[in-house]
């Protein structure tokens, strides 16, 4: 009888710990090492000369997020930063509302169609990452310019008589995000999409319900863990954006993308720019905490579902 090729001691299926060594090191040297070196800085003290951290423990970085000093010496709670933290947060949730709303009709279409038109529509979803984030924020700069082909249509349409100011407004940075992330909803959910019976919505149907009850009682559902995962997609990585409120934004709706990248360049506040990074880090934990628990209560509350109580 031929022998076992089992490690000892390993479960049926569970291969060495060996063969994922690689994949270890790769996440403690490249992700969990850096974080830990953002976490130090944080706690540590400004250069005099504002060229890297002075080697002394303190709690000012933290502090300065929510209060500044004036000239006199007294301190008073100073909401800025708390502000860039909060137009982050939203400017992000509008990105992911966005593009979920534009996300679940594309997907759905893509996935009624036949295996090869499938394989190209998505294949016509990922074009945009072949080309530079960097040039295709640039193209936008000049697509929502006063001189640009939407202003020059509107004027010559007759709709406006002078040109809209689109760059450099909170408008422009959403739009920007929108175009970079809408993919990362794509695809998601229409790998959701892909796997679900449509006979089901098809059998609502001939029961009498309407196109919006099959909708919002049946497919959706179907297709919730694909929501959850874009939404996550598309959330966490707009919180941290940089190009898109830096060059369609102007400065006017700065991100805490942008102000991190001041801190640790012109300012050279280090200790400060750290602090802020781990904020965000705090942000994306607390957002995974509401995303999974979401997730669990729907797939609670829909894992008693009949087609009966749907209709």
């Known amino acids: 009888m031929a022998q076992s090729t089992r490690v000892r001691g390993a479960k ?32 540590l003290s400004r250069a005099k000369l504002g060229v890297g951290v002075k080697w002394e423990f303190t709690l000012q970085p933290y502090v300065d997020l929510f209060y500044s000093e004036s000239l006199s010496g007294a301190r008073s709670f100073d909401p800025t930063y708390v502000q860039i933290f909060l137009n982050s947060v939203i400017y992000s949730l ?24 499938r394989m190209l529509l998505v294949f016509l979803v990922t074009i945009p990452f072949w080309t530079s984030l960097l040039i295709r924020t640039y193209a936008f700069v000049i697509i929502l ?26 408008f422009a940075t959403i739009v920007g995000l929108v175009y970079s992330f809408l993919p990362f909803m794509i695809l998601p959910i229409y790998a959701s999409a892909e796997r679900f019976d449509f006979r089901l919505a098809e059998a609502a149907y001939d029961l009498g319900a309407t196109k919006l009850t099959v909708l919002r009682r049946i497919v959706l559902p179907a297709v919730r863990p694909g929501i959850i995962a874009g939404f996550i997609l598309v959330f ?10 830096e060059l ?21 506040n280090w200790p400060f720019g750290a602090a ?25 509350r829909g894992s008693g579902q009949s087609m009966e109580s749907l209709l």
């Open 94 to 117: 509008i990105t992911a509302v966005v593009c979920l709303i534009m996300a679940i009709p594309i997907a759905l279409w893509i996935a009624t169609r036949s295996p090869r038109w």
């Open 145 to 170: 310019n006063d001189n640009g082909p939407i202003n020059e249509a509107l004027q010559g349409l007759g709709i406006v008589s002078a040109p809209i100011s689109m760059l450099y407004t909170p």
């Open 276 to 300: 802020l990074s781990v904020m965000v880090l705090v942000i994306v934990m607390l957002a995974l905490v509401v995303f999974v628990a979401v997730a669990r209560r729907t797939a609670r």
């Open 248 to 268: 369609l934004g102007g400065g006017k709706t700065s991100m805490i993308a942008n102000v991190i990248a001041a801190q640790f360049g012109a300012s050279r």
């Open 236 to 245: 966490i990585p707009a919180l941290g954006s940089f190009l898109a409120p």
């Open 12 to 43: 049926p299926g569970q291969g060495s710990w060996w063969a994922g060594l690689p994949g270890i090191a790769y996440l403690v040297l490249l992700v969990l090492a850096p974080l830990v070196v953002i976490l130090i800085y944080s706690f």
